[in-house]
């Protein structure tokens, strides 16, 4: 259905899942916008809808693609496996969130080991993604001998948070891969592809371990690392 307003909300009812609607602000600029409205599972087609805690260490299956991620999703005190071949897709916002603030025994873990035949994808549930769209894979508590692996991986569409203008300079929040509180462990991507970030490709303060891939398309930094022991080659 279309359906028209003259505010940002819409009039006469409840929003229809994927339809097309007019959006004109108080200042009178008008867009139009596919909206994304309704449960994450009506909109996770054929797929595994996830969202809030993952206390105990799972994987996601690329039999179970895509998985879709709403909201905050945590990892404490788990690893989150993911197979190779599968599809990850974020709702508007939506972030994966690593360890549990402040204590070591809640810290997180996530192992994205794709190929080259089968690469893993993290990207938007839209179906006109933007860059930003998702908030990012965001480092919360990652202990000393944890990290973060991903081999063979391709993310797009991430980065998201406020506007532009309102990030402080520096802010480690908003990359695609983003840093929130402590991590004392290790980042490491191996051919990974990482573009159309709104704002940094990756921003951590964690040790930072890069090779053979490429970062394009990020809208300030392909890389801002605070970190002790930062490698890139390839």
Not at 45 to 53: D, E, I, L
Not at 96 to 119: E, F, K, M, W, Y
Not at 148 to 162: A, D, K, P, S
Not at 201 to 207: K, R
Request: glycine share 16%.
């Amino acid at each position: 259905g279309t359906g028209t307003t003259d505010t940002a909300r819409v009039r006469g009812g409840d929003a229809q899942n994927d339809s097309t609607y007019v959006l004109v602000s108080s200042g009178g600029r008008s867009d139009s916008a596919l909206i994304r409205v309704g449960p994450l599972t009506a909109l996770c087609t054929g797929g595994t809808a996830r969202s809030g805690t993952i206390t105990t260490s799972q994987t996601w299956t690329r039999a179970a693609s895509p998985h879709c991620v709403g909201g905050a999703l945590l990892i404490q005190a788990a690893t989150l496996t993911i197979e190779a071949g599968a599809t990850v897709k974020f709702a508007a916002g939506a972030t994966i969130d690593v360890g549990a603030c402040c204590n070591a025994g809640q810290s997180g873990r996530i192992r994205a080991n794709g190929t080259g035949a089968l690469p893993i994808l993290f990207t938007s549930l839209d179906t006109d993604p933007r860059p930003g769209q998702w908030g990012g894979i965001r480092t919360h508590w990652v202990s000393a001998n944890d990290s973060l692996i991903f081999r063979n991986v391709v993310m797009e569409y991430g980065g998201g948070g406020l506007g532009l203008s309102d990030i402080p300079a520096g802010d480690l929040r908003y990359g695609t891969i983003g840093h929130v509180n402590t991590c004392q462990g290790t980042i490491l991507l191996d051919a990974v592809t990482l573009r159309e970030s709104r704002l940094y490709g990756v921003a951590t303060a964690c040790a930072l371990t890069m090779t053979n891939s490429v970062i394009t398309q990020a809208y300030c930094a392909g890389v801002i690392s605070t970190g002790g022991d930062t490698r890139v080659t390839g």
